[in-house]
């Protein structure tokens, strides 16, 4: 697994789904009238109502199945080293890419937040699991990163997991009703950021597989 951690490809596939969770939703926004992408989240985007949901929904099923496939690429580079970190990190990003990906893919959430069916009760729940598993991959990342004598990716790490941890907080809290008058109302940007601070371990490591 350290050859496919370490190959072009790999990493080239990997910076591209990342970089299709930022610009994929701004691209398909245009072509959905009633979307706010600094209002609603971005899996509003694969709702019944969204006429690019299907385009969506699969990028959330690709995004889900290409993340557990990198989980298990950066399991097996670890699990020798850190045998006990190198199994949270699996489950960190493996509960992330399913239940934020493959599950939020094939059940869809509901434009309306007042909607609620069984579909987008599975989505909200995959949702939240996924987000807050995936927040300790970057402080888990900094820890190993902090072992091994990386302190520059272990500063960059650790200083993700609180900016992260911060947005999602703020995520959350835009949820809220005395919050809705707020500058936290903003829950597709607090979204955005979030997982813009969750995905700077895995630039980082692609980019400096890819220049060095």
């Known amino acids: 697994m350290r050859n496919i951690a370490d190959n072009r490809l790999f990493n080239m596939i990997l910076l591209f789904t990342i970089a299709g969770e930022f610009f994929l939703p701004v691209v398909l926004e245009q072509f959905y009238a009633g979307y706010n992408g600094k209002m609603m989240v971005m899996s509003a985007l ?3 109502q969204s006429p690019v949901r299907l385009v969506y ?16 690429v950066y399991f097996e580079v670890t699990r020798v080293e850190f045998p006990v970190l190198s199994v949270f990190i699996l489950l960190s990003i493996v509960f992330f890419a399913v239940g934020a990906g493959l599950i939020s ?3 869809s959430v509901n434009e309306s937040k007042e909607m609620v069916t069984t579909a987008s009760k599975i989505h909200g729940a995959g949702a939240v699991i996924g987000f807050m598993a995936l927040l300790f991959f970057p402080l888990l990342n900094g820890i190993v990163s902090f072992k091994q004598k990386d ?8 200083s993700s997991f609180v900016l992260a941890l911060i947005f999602f907080a703020c995520f959350v809290m835009g949820d809220k009703e005395q919050f809705r008058n707020t500058i936290l109302k903003y829950e597709g940007l607090w979204e955005r950021f979030t997982l813009f601070w969750l995905d700077i371990p895995f630039i980082y490591k692609s980019i ?5």
Not at 208 to 212: A, D, I, K, Q, R
Request: aromatic share 20%; no cysteine; glycine share 18%.
């Open 208 to 212: 400096g597989t890819l220049l060095f």
């Open 46 to 48: 694969g709702s019944p």
């Open 151 to 158: 302190i520059i990716e272990g500063i960059i790490s650790i």
């Open 57 to 72: 929904n699969l990028w959330l099923v690709w995004l889900g199945g290409f993340l557990a496939f990198t989980a298990w």
């Open 105 to 107: 893919g094939v059940f």
